[in-house]
Nanobody, 132 residues
Framework: QVQLVESGGDLVQPGGSLRLSCAAS????????IGWFRQAPGKKREGIAC????????LYVDSVKGRFAISRDHEKNLVYLQMNSLKGEDTATYYC?????????????????????????WGKGTLVTVSD
């Protein structure tokens, strides 16, 4: 079973920046839409960004739009989440995931209508803490 692995989480001050990475072995991430999710303590996991396969466009929820950017490095088989202007409410465990489709349509449906996002399994995530 292919597993996506997140890394890059850290403690950062408000207003700071951080870049998260999503890696996978045994598959080529460029073939699939990759979503980023986060779960704050005591809250439900939420989708925040998704990038279509290849060099396709990205989608963002309003709470991160303009501050976060999702991108790919095809050579390294990685997907990044660049996070700028971080706020305390961004504190959460961050996950990347895919339902092995090429487009973010199912991610979008999940975010807007709470439909089930079919992930084989979730990784351990990476913790981002935004605090003084």
């Amino acid at each position: 079973q292919v597993q996506l692995v997140e890394s890059g989480g850290d403690l950062v001050q408000p207003g700071g920046s951080l870049r998260l990475s999503c890696a996978a072995s045994g598959t080529t991430l460029a073939y699939y839409a990759i979503g980023w999710f986060r779960q704050a303590p005591g809250k439900k996991r939420e989708g925040i960004a998704c990038i279509n396969s290849g060099n396709g466009p990205a989608l963002y929820v309003d709470s991160v739009k303009g501050r976060f950017a999702i991108s790919r490095d095809h050579e390294k088989n990685l997907v990044y989440l660049q996070m700028n202007s971080l706020k305390g409410e961004d504190t959460a465990t961050y996950y990347c995931a895919t339902d092995w489709t090429e487009e973010c349509s199912s991610w979008y449906d999940h975010v807007t209508t709470d439909t089930f996002y079919d992930v084989d399994s979730w990784g351990k995530g990476t913790l981002v803490t935004v605090s003084d």
